[in-house]
């Protein structure tokens, strides 16, 4: 089967990087987004990142205009029902995801893959609201930021076929992208292996063990991280880390240790949500 049309549904941080790079890759893609102000940002961060592009000789201007003329941007699934390929991107609540996943199973054709960019949530669980289309849901778990992150984590749930495997894997090579596989475990190997660590590094700050830029330092210079723990939840969104704790916490047998930190969950109730809203564990306001 040839992936002629992915539509992407959440046009945020993730999804519009996943527009993006099937686009730039020579695909169709449609981003679906509830917020019309989401999908602007998503449009001007294409614009922004293909005129980047150009500057910098990664791509001739053909190109861009070509990949540019690729995207698309709807409020309503229905306007994105001849996409040939779904990837959900939306908010990571598990509530919200469901009642996604039975909105495209209504939308897109039958033999169409359902795949979610879930970072930690049951993909047999999300697929669970649609018995008979289970096998076409798979996660499909890309990083962040999507152009630029080679990795592409892939999840059978139980009901996954092989042909909707074998297809995922086919496209993400396709996207640029290498597919490495894990189980259906909540918050996968990725998240399970980072967040702990991200969220420790909140403790350790509100123990007053050091300063969020000496915690970074240390762990830059120390364990040779490209960024510290602390900017890393900004650059991925304290909400978001704040929900993969929490569903990791539900998965997986109500382990305390998966409780996010009150440090994060202060942070987030206090809408000081990272990059996105110019301000997290630092203040972007003020560069
Ligand atoms: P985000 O908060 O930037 O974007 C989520 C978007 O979903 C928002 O624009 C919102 O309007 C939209 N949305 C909510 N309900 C919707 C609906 N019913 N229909 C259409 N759109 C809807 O979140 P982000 O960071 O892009 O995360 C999206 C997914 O990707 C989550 O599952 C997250 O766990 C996962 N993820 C996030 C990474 C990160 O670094 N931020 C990395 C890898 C995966």
Not at 140 to 152: E, R
Request: with cysteine.
């Amino acid at each position: 089967m040839t992936v002629k049309k992915i539509a992407v549904i959440g046009g945020g941080t993730m999804g519009s990087g996943i527009a993006l790079t099937a686009a730039v890759h020579g695909i169709d893609a449609v981003v679906v987004d509830i917020n019309e102000d989401q999908l602007a940002r998503a449009k001007d961060y294409h614009a922004k990142q293909l005129a980047r592009s150009v500057s910098k000789e990664r791509m001739t201007q053909v190109g861009a205009d070509s990949a540019a003329a690729k995207l698309s941007y709807v409020t309503a699934m229905a306007d994105a029902a001849d996409a040939n390929w779904v990837v959900e991107a939306a908010t990571e609540n598990i509530d919200i995801k469901k009642s996604i996943f039975v909105q495209m199973y209504e939308t897109f054709g039958k033999s169409v893959v359902l795949a979610t960019n879930t970072s930690s949530i049951s993909i047999t669980e999300l697929a669970s609201v649609i018995p008979d289309a289970a096998d076409r849901v798979i996660g499909m778990h890309f990083f962040n930021p999507v152009p630029v992150m080679k990795l592409v984590e892939v999840i059978k749930g139980e009901e996954t076929s092989s042909e909707t495997t074998a297809s995922t894997l086919k496209l993400s090579e396709k996207m640029g992208k290498i597919p490495v596989p894990a189980n259906d475990r909540a918050g996968f190997v990725s998240n399970r292996v980072l967040m702990p660590m991200i969220n420790e590094a909140f403790h350790a700050w509100a123990d007053g063990v050091a300063e969020p830029e000496d915690i970074d330092s240390i762990m830059k210079l120390g364990c040779a991280f490209p960024m510290g723990p602390l900017r890393l939840a900004d650059y991925i969104g304290l909400d978001v880390c704040k929900d993969i704790m929490m569903v990791m916490y539900n998965g997986l047998d109500e382990n305390p240790k998966y409780l996010p930190s009150a440090k994060l969950v202060k942070l987030v109730d206090q809408g000081y949500l990272g990059d996105k809203s110019g301000r997290g564990v630092y203040n972007y306001d003020k560069g």
